[in-house]
C-alpha cells in the first residue's frame, strides 16, 4: 500500500529565508510524487512533479524539490521565501501499477512566512 | 488555461437529503477523481473512474455515494442520504491520457453542509 508522511505539522520561517517542508512516501514500484499548495478557501494547486530523471526538480514559484531514493524522501525547498508563499502544502505519492491508480496525499504541513 | 469547474461553490442541505455535487472536468481528459477534505485537514481520496465505470474506492466511497458521467462532459457525484459527517470540501480532479506521467488538475471545490 502507499503512504506519504509529512512530518511538520506547522514551519515557520523568515522572510529571505530559506524553508524545506518535508515529505517521506512509501510505495509498490516506482514512485511518482508530487507537491501541492493550497490557499485559504482555494482548490489544490500543482506545484511540481517527479516522475524520472533528475533527482532535482523545479517547479512554479521557484520552488524545488529533491528525490532521494535511499531515504525515500522528497522534501519541498526555496532558497529565499515570501510572504506569499504562506499556505498548506500537500506531499502525493501514486504507486502501483494500475492505470488509474490513486494520488494520495500526506497530511499537509501549514507554511508560515512571517515578514 | 483549462480549468476543472466545480459547481456550486456552497451548498447547505438537512440531514437525510440528497445532494449532487457537479463537475466539468479539463476537455480531453480520461480520468477522474473525486477527493474530500474535512476542516482543511488531510485530503482523502473517495473515487476514480475511467472508460465510464469506476476504477477504484476508497471506504468512505460506500453505498451512500454514487458517480457518473452522464452526458460525457459532466462528472457528478451524488450522495443519496447525507449525514453531518459528510461536511466536507469536496474536489473532482482530472487527468489526460497517461495518468502515471501526469498530474492531476483540481478544482475550486464545492463546500458541503449538512445540517
Known amino acids: 500500500a502507499q503512504s506519504v508522511a509529512q512530518p511538520e505539522d506547522q514551519v515557520n520561517v523568515a522572510e529571505g529565508n530559506p524553508l524545506t517542508v518535508k515529505c517521506t512516501y512509501s510505495?509498490?514500484?516506482?514512485?511518482?510524487l508530487f507537491w501541492y499548495v493550497q490557499y485559504p478557501n482555494r482548490g489544490l494547486q500543482f506545484l511540481l512533479k517527479?516522475?524520472?530523471?533528475?533527482?532535482l526538480v523545479k517547479g512554479s514559484y521557484g520552488f524545488e524539490a529533491e528525490f532521494n531514493k535511499s531515504q525515500t524522501s522528497f522534501h519541498l525547498k526555496k532558497p529565499s521565501a515570501l510572504v506569499s508563499d504562506s499556505a498548506l502544502y500537500f506531499c502525493?505519492?501514486?504507486?502501483?501499477?494500475?492505470?488509474?491508480?490513486?494520488?494520495?496525499f500526506g497530511s499537509g504541513t501549514r507554511l508560515s512566512i512571517r515578514p | 488555461e483549462p480549468e476543472v469547474t466545480q459547481t456550486p461553490s456552497h451548498q447547505v442541505t438537512q440531514m437525510g437529503q440528497e445532494v449532487i455535487l457537479r463537475c466539468v472536468p479539463i476537455?480531453?481528459?480520461?480520468?477522474f477523481y473525486w477527493y474530500r477534505q474535512i476542516l482543511g485537514q488531510k485530503v482523502e481520496f473517495l473515487v476514480s473512474f475511467y472508460n465510464n465505470e469506476i476504477s477504484e474506492k476508497s471506504e468512505i466511497f460506500d453505498d451512500q455515494f454514487s458517480v457518473e458521467r452522464p452526458d460525457g462532459s459532466n462528472f457528478t457525484l451524488k450522495i443519496r442520504s447525507t449525514k453531518l459527517e459528510d461536511s466536507a470540501m469536496y474536489f473532482c480532479?482530472?487527468?489526460?491520457?497517461?495518468?502515471?506521467?501526469?498530474?492531476?488538475?483540481f478544482g475550486q471545490g464545492t463546500r458541503l453542509t449538512v445540517v
Open positions: 517527479y516522475i524520472t530523471g533528475d533527482n
Open positions: 502525493a505519492v501514486r504507486g502501483g501499477y494500475s492505470s488509474a491508480s490513486k494520488i494520495i
Open positions: 510505495v509498490s514500484g516506482n514512485p511518482y
Open positions: 480532479a482530472s487527468e489526460g491520457q497517461a495518468p502515471r506521467n501526469t498530474e492531476a488538475f
Open positions: 476537455s480531453n481528459h480520461l480520468y
